[in-house]
């Protein structure tokens, strides 16, 4: 279950702590990296590859939670569990509300740690894939010239090259020339397939504008 090109990061200023999940996690088959403070992360390069964070709600200076805010701030995204021997119910739903994947207090079993390791790095790979297909798809919309994007958006929406004619104020011909090089520049094989394409690109608009 494990995959040797996603990478686990500990944050816990506690030493024992950090040796003990560092052991646990490499007995999955995972690269791990230790830090004793929310800064000594910040001050790495950012992982380009599925991750999560284990992370301690309270350290000297800044805290889990702050460091939760920062990354968010900062636009990175990489799924957080958050571990704690000080843990109340506020804390643990302000966390799961700013999208932690889990909340959980020490001592714990292993098993328990590793489930949700596992439900992270599946969360990861399933955010890194919508990532890439939100870049290629945004690509081939920017390459549509103005015109072909309104082309592009009345075909969608179900309007026939005559219906579209009317509406911009050209021939029934220019259109089909117009969607013609929408199809190519979208690389798309069919009229089902633009429509796809047109779904998921509102879906990763409208989900990037609600973060």
Do not use: W
């Not at 010239?145 to 969608?156: A, D, I, K, N, S």
């Not at 929408?182 to 690389?187: F, R, Y």
Request: glycine residues 4%; contains cysteine.
């Amino acid at each position: 279950m494990s995959s040797s090109n996603a990478t686990i990061f500990v944050v816990d200023d506690d030493t024992s702590v950090r040796t003990a999940l560092k052991r646990l996690i490499r007995s999955l088959g995972f690269p791990v990296q230790t830090f004793n403070s929310a800064q000594a992360f910040l001050e790495k390069e950012m992982h380009d590859g599925p991750a999560c964070l284990v992370l301690d709600v309270r350290m000297p200076g800044t805290s889990g939670i702050e460091l939760q805010v920062q990354l968010a701030e900062a636009g990175i995204q990489i799924p957080i569990i958050f571990i704690t021997g000080h843990g109340n119910i506020q804390m643990s739903v302000k966390a799961m509300k700013a999208g932690a994947m889990d909340f959980i207090e020490k001592p714990f079993e292993d098993q328990k740690l590793i489930d949700a390791i596992h439900t992270a790095i599946d969360r990861s790979k399933k955010e890194r894939a919508e990532q890439s297909e939100r870049r290629k798809l945004q690509t081939r919309v920017d390459s549509l010239t103005p015109r072909e994007y309104e082309v592009f958006m009345l075909v969608v929406s179900g309007m026939l090259n005559k219906q579209t004619a009317i509406e911009l104020g050209m021939s029934e011909k220019t259109v089909k020339v117009h969607r013609a090089r929408v199809m190519q520049k979208m690389q798309a094989a069919s009229l089902a397939d633009l429509v796809r394409m047109a779904e998921k690109n509102r879906h990763f608009s409208s989900k990037q504008n609600s973060t």
